[in-house]
């Protein structure tokens, strides 16, 4: 079963550079998918980025494409998402998680078995 725990949130300045990492300290040999969610207060949780961990193949939410970018390291069993351009919008807590098995839906948190804590990211105008 995969454990994971969040690294790297804190408070930046709209337009600063943020690096958030997740480390899973489970075994679980099935990992199929891997991303990153976030939830500001009074919304409900959206997909940021996720990543194969069959084929490195990375999807991005519309409003951090080109901003973001997801980065998996198998040998090490963590993910990363940097994040460059940060606006206020990007204000929330962001989970990692990840998925058992094939999907046809990696952007829909229903689909993750197992998530991590969360790490606040305020950006301030």
């Known amino acids: 079963q995969a454990q994971l725990v969040e690294s790297g949130g804190g408070l930046v300045q709209a337009g600063d550079s943020l690096s958030l990492s997740c480390a899973d300290s489970?075994?679980?040999?099935?990992?199929?998918?891997r991303a990153w969610f976030r939830q500001a207060p009074g919304k409900e949780r959206e997909f940021v980025a996720a990543i194969s961990w069959i084929d490195d193949t990375r999807r991005y939410a519309d409003s951090v494409k080109g901003r973001f970018t997801i980065s998996g390291d198998r040998a090490k069993n963590t993910i990363g998402l940097q994040m460059n351009s940060l606006i206020p919008e990007d204000t929330a807590v962001y989970f990692c998680a990840a998925r058992n098995w094939s999907t046809m839906k990696p952007t829909d948190a229903n689909e993750y078995d197992v998530w991590g804590q969360g790490t606040q990211v305020t950006v301030s105008s």
């Open positions: 489970g075994r679980s040999p099935s990992i199929y998918m």
